[in-house]
């Protein structure tokens, strides 16, 4: 199994560095609620736990953290208030089939209150109001192939709609968890966003116009315009987590991105009895030269990063024969957005 680790370690780097993205390529991919993330331990450490991530919310971090779920049922539900006053609502459950592994389902929704429409004829707004729905929904499944290998993998569907205009893709995530033997070392990598290119299409793309050139009074003709394509924001992650003492873990992630500058999140993580608390942060490790002409403050604004640190707790309270894991994280942002927050409530079977 150690053997496989080292593989699956080397084709994902292989194929990440093939495809490693620059500043200067951020914004070319789309379907960017992939990146939003979900589970209030995973935000408070700035997503550094992918090597340890288990549960329901390992099918956002690293799939194979479902096979540590290996009894009984567990169900999540949680909010947060995202950016723009756009609200995420995030939920999902994991069943262990024994030694056959673990499978979950998960569900991510944007919600964008209602905004109103403008035209070029009334571009204050005519009155009327629009809301796009946006979603993925994921299934994976894990398996523990021994006291120390996580192997796992999902399939997401992704799904955007504007009014009567829609975009829909496919993505595959797939992920591994190793744990030393002999040290409190546990190492995770997962490849995610690996899949088909999205573009929109619908009849809100119809347009009429009068063709070129014609006479006086003919009429208008009737086409669709043809949306361009977009590719999904694959990324390949790689994250070490080291037990310091018995309650306290520090955990460093590394993530490739194929459509922006890379990341490094750092996060640790303190346990005493039923209880948690975690903080993290995370920054940009760009090796881009400055163009010329591009003055160093918005050179600065192009390759930093929004977010900064992070912070979250949490606590398990024994409710009858379940278990209940009620968490809070915070996110903050460095300039243009505000903080978001998240509450999450996990119930144990």
Same mark, same amino acid.
């Given at each position: 199994?150690? #053997?496989?680790?080292?593989?699956? $370690?080397?084709?994902a780097?292989?194929?990440?560095?093939?495809?490693?993205?620059? =500043?200067?390529s951020?914004?070319?991919a789309?379907?960017?609620?992939?990146l939003?993330p979900?589970?209030?331990e995973? &935000?408070?450490?700035?997503?550094? #736990?992918?090597?340890? =991530?288990?549960?329901?919310?390992?099918?956002?971090?690293?799939?194979?953290?479902?096979?540590?779920?290996?009894?009984?049922? @567990?169900?999540?539900?949680? !909010?947060?208030?995202?950016?723009? %006053?756009?609200?995420? !609502?995030?939920?999902?459950?994991?069943?262990?089939?024994?030694?056959?592994?673990?499978?979950g389902?998960?569900?991510?929704a $944007?919600?964008?209150?209602?905004?109103?429409?403008?035209?070029?004829f009334?571009?204050?707004?005519?009155?009327?109001?629009?809301?796009?729905?946006?979603?993925?929904?994921?299934?994976g499944?894990? +398996?523990?192939f021994?006291?120390?290998?996580?192997?796992?993998?999902?399939?997401?569907?992704?799904?955007?709609?504007?009014?009567?205009t829609?975009?829909?893709?496919?993505? $595959? %995530? =797939?992920?591994?968890?190793? +744990?030393?033997?002999?040290?409190?070392?546990?190492?995770?990598?997962?490849?995610?966003? =690996?899949?088909s +290119?999205?573009?929109?299409?619908?009849?809100?793309?119809?347009? %009429?116009?009068?063709?070129?050139?014609?006479?006086?009074?003919?009429? #208008?003709e009737?086409? +669709?315009?043809?949306?361009?394509?977009?590719?999904?924001?694959?990324?390949?992650?790689?994250?070490?987590?080291?037990?310091?003492?018995?309650n $306290?873990?520090?955990s460093?992630n590394?993530?490739?991105?194929?459509?922006?500058?890379n990341t490094?999140? &750092?996060?640790?993580?303190? !346990?005493?009895?039923?209880?948690?608390?975690?903080a993290?942060?995370?920054?940009?490790?760009?090796?881009?030269? @400055?163009p010329?002409?591009? #003055?160093?403050?918005?050179?600065?604004e192009?390759s930093?990063?929004?977010?900064?640190?992070s912070?979250?707790?949490?606590?398990?309270?024994?409710?009858?024969?379940?278990?209940?894991?009620?968490?809070?994280?915070?996110?903050?942002?460095?300039?243009?957005?505000? %903080?978001? !927050?998240?509450?999450?409530?996990?119930?144990?079977?």
């Open positions: 199994m150690k #053997n496989t680790f080292k593989i699956f $370690l080397g084709c780097v292989l194929v990440s560095s093939l495809t490693a993205g620059t =500043v200067r951020a914004g070319t789309g379907a960017a609620q992939l939003i979900v589970g209030a995973t &935000i408070a450490l700035s997503g550094a #736990n992918v090597g340890t =991530v288990a549960g329901v919310d390992a099918l956002h971090s690293n799939v194979a953290g479902l096979a540590h779920w290996s009894s009984g049922f @567990q169900g999540t539900v949680s !909010t947060m208030s995202y950016i723009a %006053d756009i609200d995420v !609502t995030y939920a999902g459950m994991v069943v262990s089939m024994g030694e056959s592994g673990t499978f389902m998960t569900i991510k $944007l919600d964008f209150g209602e905004i109103p429409k403008t035209t070029a009334a571009p204050e707004g005519d009155g009327q109001t629009f809301s796009p729905s946006f979603f993925t929904a994921s299934a499944f894990a +398996r523990a021994s006291d120390r290998v996580n192997v796992g993998a999902a399939v997401k569907v992704i799904s955007e709609t504007i009014e009567e829609s975009a829909t893709g496919i993505a $595959l %995530d =797939v992920g591994v968890q190793y +744990r030393f033997p002999t040290q409190p070392l546990t190492f995770g990598v997962t490849m995610k966003n =690996v899949g +290119r999205m573009h929109y299409d619908g009849i809100n793309l119809d347009q %009429d116009l009068q063709p070129e050139g014609s006479a006086s009074g003919s009429s #208008n009737s086409f +669709r315009i043809v949306a361009d394509n977009f590719a999904l924001p694959t990324s390949l992650d790689i994250s070490a987590t080291y037990g310091l003492l018995d $306290l873990d520090v460093a590394f993530t490739n991105h194929s459509y922006q500058s490094l999140g &750092i996060g640790a993580k303190y !346990t005493l009895g039923s209880a948690w608390i975690g993290g942060t995370i920054m940009v490790l760009g090796d881009d030269e @400055q010329a002409g591009v #003055n160093d403050a918005d050179w600065e192009w930093g990063t929004n977010w900064g640190g912070l979250g707790a949490g606590v398990t309270v024994p409710v009858g024969d379940y278990d209940m894991h009620i968490s809070y994280a915070m996110r903050t942002a460095n300039e243009f957005f505000d %903080d978001h !927050t998240t509450l999450q409530v996990s119930l144990d079977f």
